[in-house]
């Protein structure tokens, strides 16, 4: 699996409120050094990142892998899903995603997802509700702007 740091705004813990929910200072999180835990669905597995509420109906993020093959039951994400798709190809009844790939799946979004190649994605639920548009943006194909010296956004 990719090699990924991520940097949250909160002090790292695990409360009756879920995992690293504080938001007090920065944290470091090395998702390489991270055990593969599983999902309700065999043959996908995830890192969870943050949980506040229930396990399976609160806020989450997570770095969740697709092995070979793996597909997910049809499921609805009642108040949205944002992926952005690190390694493989990333798919469902919208389209396949390749690695740079971010996906807004809005309230109420359905899918079954899958990959057949296999994937790694990370995937934030329930943060951002309201009404919003699906949308895909592969950001390979979005051009680079120079910053400086050695620095570029894209």
């Given at each position: 699996?990719?090699?990924?740091?991520?940097?949250f705004?909160?002090?790292?813990?695990?409360?009756?409120?879920?995992?690293?929910?504080?938001?007090?200072?920065?944290?470091?999180?090395?998702?390489?050094?991270?055990?593969?835990?599983?999902?309700?669905?065999?043959?996908?597995?995830?890192?969870?990142?943050?949980?506040?509420?229930?396990?399976?109906?609160?806020?989450?993020?997570?770095?969740?892998?697709?092995?070979p093959?793996?597909?997910?039951?049809?499921?609805?994400?009642?108040?949205?899903?944002?992926?952005?798709?690190?390694?493989?190809?990333?798919?469902?009844?919208?389209?396949?995603?390749?690695?740079?790939?971010?996906?807004?799946?809005?309230?109420?979004?359905?899918?079954?997802?899958?990959?057949?190649?296999?994937?790694?994605?990370?995937?934030?639920?329930?943060?951002?509700?309201?009404?919003?548009?699906?949308?895909?943006?592969?950001?390979?194909?979005?051009?680079?702007?120079?910053?400086?010296?050695g620095?570029?956004?894209?």
């Open positions: 699996s990719p090699a990924l740091a991520l940097c705004t909160q002090q790292p813990q695990t409360t009756a409120a879920g995992t690293n929910t504080a938001m007090k200072e920065t944290l470091l999180i090395k998702t390489s050094a991270m055990e593969w835990a599983a999902s309700p669905s065999p043959h996908v597995e995830r890192k969870r990142l943050y949980l506040a509420g229930p396990k399976e109906a609160g806020a989450v993020s997570s770095v969740v892998r697709y092995l093959g793996a597909s997910f039951h049809e499921h609805p994400h009642p108040q949205g899903e944002e992926i952005f798709v690190l390694e493989g190809t990333f798919s469902d009844h919208t389209g396949d995603y390749r690695a740079g790939t971010y996906l807004l799946n809005p309230e109420g979004f359905k899918h079954a997802p899958r990959s057949e190649e296999g994937c790694v994605i990370f995937v934030r639920l329930r943060q951002h509700p309201g009404p919003r548009s699906h949308a895909a943006v592969d950001y390979r194909s979005v051009p680079s702007r120079p910053l400086g010296e620095v570029a956004l894209k």
